[in-house]
């Protein structure tokens, strides 16, 4: 009798066994329950068996394709209630807008840092596959609410879809991790992204991994950060009051995060981005939610396409 499994591609290849009822991720230790003396094999040896094994004695009940890449925007802008496609006056207030971000700060460089952070984040595995020590990502302690107000905002307005569903498949993925708790339990990956996958009566979730996108990170210790580093390399990040990472982001100073107009008066920032404020949809929202996508039918900010649905949250 064929072993069945599930087979799950993201951005990587993955089986999960199905055996009386219960799903297994398949490893190297329980390979050697389906193939002898395969931990004794060389590496060539081993990749032979295993695909002879996938090939003779496997029954695939269910393969899922999802990603890795992910649209963070919509392609169409909606205005008014009415989805149009953008026009190059779009594309140029798009851009305009989303530059204006570096006035928000003071110095300049560290809106520079943050804008350019984002736009390679959008093709971050292209990057790190022509270099791969590549990283985008920043880092900053700050107690101050203006600070996290206005990262959460940009965050946001950049990745304004958080749900993604396929064939057989679906995916929750929060644009800020916040490790922040009052229980006592701490928070881990699957707490943030989650892809579940349910065929039949069989049903798994797996953290589905940051491709080509942006994040905020706040809060999180090293372990969380260990745990959660294979699955933000390929984004761009700002970590927000976190433990020190191997992945050697670039640090800003507490005081060069501040914005230069308070957020949290509820004023509005004539010709710059509202983000946090009472400003309404125009023109943050209307303005750099909508250059997300503009800039993504372009293939300038982001080239991300796959199949099946997706909504805002």
Not at 12 to 25: D, G
Not at 78 to 99: N, V
């Amino acid at each position: 009798m064929k072993t069945q499994v599930i087979e799950i591609v993201t951005n990587k290849q993955q089986f999960f066994v199905v055996e009386n009822e219960s799903v297994a991720l398949l490893t190297e230790k329980k390979l050697e329950k389906y193939i002898p003396n395969f931990s004794d094999m060389t590496l060539e040896a081993r990749e032979k068996h295993f695909k002879k094994w996938l090939k003779n004695d496997v029954y695939r009940i269910c393969c899922v394709e999802c990603g890795p890449q992910l649209p963070n925007t919509r392609r169409k802008i909606r205005i008014d209630g009415h989805k149009r496609i953008s026009t190059e006056d779009d594309f140029r207030q798009a851009a305009q807008t989303f530059l204006a971000v570096l006035e928000l700060f003071d110095p300049q460089r560290t809106g520079y840092r943050l804008i350019t952070d984002i736009l390679c984040g959008q093709h971050a595995m292209a990057l790190r596959t022509a270099e791969p020590s590549f990283h985008a990502m920043s880092a900053t302690s700050s107690s101050n609410p203006e600070v996290e107000s206005l990262l959460c905002g940009i965050v946001r307005a950049v990745t304004t879809i958080r749900e993604w569903k396929g064939k057989n498949w679906s995916v929750q993925r929060g644009a800020v991790l916040d490790y922040r708790t009052e229980q006592y339990l701490p928070l881990h990956i699957q707490d943030h992204t989650r892809l579940k996958v349910k065929y039949k009566e069989t049903k798994l979730t797996l953290p589905m991994p940051y491709t080509d996108t942006s994040a905020l990170v706040i809060g999180a210790s090293s372990p969380q950060i260990n745990e959660l580093t294979p699955y933000i390399e390929d984004a761009s990040v700002i970590f927000l009051n976190c433990a020190r990472t191997e992945l050697a982001p670039t640090r800003q100073t507490s005081q060069a995060m501040i914005p230069k107009l308070p957020l949290s008066s509820g004023r509005k920032l004539r010709g710059l981005p509202c983000c946090c404020t009472g400003g309404g949809m125009e023109p943050w929202k209307m303005r750099i939610f909508g250059p997300g996508r503009l800039f993504k039918r372009q293939g300038c900010l982001s080239g991300n396409q796959t199949a099946g649905t997706f909504k805002r949250h």
